[in-house]
């Protein structure tokens, strides 16, 4: 299995650092979106540093949704699945392999958005803060990568997939963008909250990211079959 991941996730690294569509494409369509809620909120008011985790993991959200298409839809069309299908690699190998590959592209592309917000928004920091955005970051992004390699990976052998694969991720990456949005908010003292009310939200992600990764590994191989 560890094999299968490490082969399934240097192909997916290899074919975005030879097309750059996250950091040429997808980035530069994140940053647009931060910068058209600048525009669009009143920053001398301070709703925008208020709303700044909400609309951090709103663009990381759209990037999620642009990047699972992008990498199941190469597969797709060059017959890569039906290759995948027909190798000796473990299905679970292949579905870590994924989600470790997407988890790599979204932490690169969430560096480019913590630099805008510092940037646009003039985000207040705090003591303490560092730790527990990190900490979020990680969490998030890895219930995200494997939600959307699970359900990528469902949506993939449809041909409505470019508008079905939003419709089934949206409303199960929910809590994740809850509990994210809650933990940054007291990491930043959004509200006046303080940094430790932000960790039971960690716990909740990395709960979150736990079981999809379980229910990954499990169902992850007849998926790949039935597609």
């Known amino acids: 299995m560890l094999r299968s991941l490490r082969l399934v996730a240097a192909k997916d690294l290899r074919i975005e650092y030879r097309s750059r569509v996250a950091t040429n494409q997808v980035l530069p369509f994140a940053l647009l979106v931060l910068v058209l809620f600048a525009f669009a909120l009143d920053p001398d008011s301070g709703t925008l540093q208020r709303a700044t ?8 959200l ?29 299905p679970a190998g292949i579905f870590l392999g994924k989600a470790a590959a997407l988890m790599a592209e979204l932490l690169l592309l969430e560096l480019g958005l913590g630099v805008g917000i510092v940037l646009l928004y003039d985000v207040p920091t705090r003591a303490g803060g560092l730790a527990l955005v990190v900490a979020t970051v990680l969490a998030a992004t890895c219930g995200l990568a494997t939600v959307g390699t699970l359900y990528g990976g469902l949506a993939a052998g449809l041909r409505v997939r470019d508008t079905l694969l939003p419709l089934l991720l949206l409303p199960v990456v929910a809590p994740v963008l809850i509990g994210a949005n809650r933990a ?26 736990l079981v999809y990764t379980a229910l990954g590994l499990v169902v992850f191989g007849p998926l790949l079959e039935e597609s």
């Open 62 to 90: 759209f990037a999620l949704v642009f990047t699972v298409q992008r990498s199941f839809a190469l597969e797709t069309a060059d017959g890569a699945r039906d290759l995948l299908r027909l190798s000796a690699l473990e």
């Open 53 to 60: 985790p909400g609309l951090f993991w709103l663009a990381v």
């Open 184 to 209: 940054f908010e007291a990491a930043l003292g959004i509200g006046g909250r303080a940094t430790s009310e932000g960790w039971p939200w960690v716990g909740l992600l990395t709960v979150f990211a």
